[in-house]
């Protein structure tokens, strides 16, 4: 039986085959929610669910009063994992107690979810319409990097981003991107996140150095979603899909999970929300956060029921 890992990057592969790049859709389409709990979905369940607003389990739909169509399969999954386990155990008072223990190696499910396009019964007036809860400027005035002139690029000797003007690129959302991604690389400097692909010393095209990478992709898009701003297309998307495809298929079936978590965690990072809650539930920031929520937000009372009321890349040479 295949692993959840497994389960996952055959997924992420399969939409590469077809042509399209899961983490370079519109802004809209990066932001799945959960229909029960109105909450976005995190880290590789924003992958994972992208082209869909709207997800939720059989029993989610259910409760809502409404119902999936006969004959209809899931088409989306949701990973969760924890790194908690609860143990009882019994106090020197005699009392039954549950203890929380950290696992050595989280545990990783997976469950089936279905978007609304696949119901009955449920209609979302205008909550669709999931709105950006910054601008792009916000999030670079809030982390304030230092920046350089030079080709789009992060160095970690100097803790400086090279970007020539935006009259450079095609497009503003062209050069937010391309500046995303370079922030995203900034995050792991040792002094804030820490994370080994730009701390400790990688080979150009070792599968550390594609799992940093692909976290910067995904940490843009993460980005670009939450500042309402179109990841542009890739300027060669025949070479950057075959690039991808080949780093993903040579490396290990975890990575594409761990560089959705490490870009989750650089965005949480770069909009204030914090690290708190898995990758299913979206955290609320912390009051002196930049942003209200870590993805995006629906307007109260939109989602209505019309059944019955149920209870209630890219460094350069990598995508070459």
């Known amino acids: 039986m295949a692993s959840v890992y497994e389960v996952v990057r055959d997924r992420i592969l399969s939409s590469l085959e077809s042509g399209t790049v899961p983490w370079r859709q519109t802004w809209q389409s990066m932001c ?11 880290g590789i369940n924003r992958i994972l669910l992208a082209g869909h607003t709207w997800w939720g389990t059989y029993n989610q739909i259910k409760h809502l009063g409404g119902y999936v169509r006969k004959g209809e399969r899931a088409s989306g999954i949701v990973v969760f994992w924890s790194l908690d386990e609860v143990r009882r155990t019994v106090s020197e008072n005699g009392d039954e107690v549950a203890v ?13 979810v279905f978007n609304l396009s696949q119901c009955e019964g449920i209609a979302v007036e205008d909550a669709g319409d999931v709105q950006p809860i910054a601008s792009c400027e916000d999030v670079i005035a809030r982390n304030a990097p230092r920046v350089v002139p030079g080709e789009p690029a992060y160095l970690p000797k100097s803790d400086a981003i090279a970007m020539p003007g935006i009259d450079g690129f095609a497009s503003s959302e062209a050069y937010y991107a391309a500046f995303f991604h370079e922030l995203t690389h900034w995050t792991g400097h040792a002094s804030r996140l820490d994370r080994p692909g730009i701390t400790e010393p990688i080979r150009f095209g070792s599968e550390q150095y594609s799992r940093e990478e692909l976290t910067a992709e995904m940490g843009a898009a993460f980005l670009c979603a939450m500042t309402g701003t179109d990841v542009p297309v890739a300027e060669n998307q025949a070479a950057y899909i075959a690039g991808w495809l080949r780093h993903i298929r040579d490396g290990s079936a975890a990575d594409v999970i761990r560089a959705a978590t490490d870009a989750q965690r650089a965005a949480d ?9 898995s990758s299913f539930s979206g955290g609320v920031a912390g009051r002196a956060s930049l942003l209200p929520v870590v993805a995006a937000e629906r307007r109260p009372g939109s989602l209505q029921r019309t059944g019955p009321r149920a209870p209630s890349l890219a460094r350069r040479g990598l995508a070459a």
Request: zero cysteines.
């Open 32 to 42: 799945p929610m959960n229909l029960a709990t109105g909450r976005p979905y995190r």
């Open 100 to 112: 929380i223990m950290q696992r050595e190696r989280p545990l990783v499910r997976y469950y089936k």
């Open 269 to 277: 990072f770069l909009t204030g929300g914090g690290e708190g809650g």
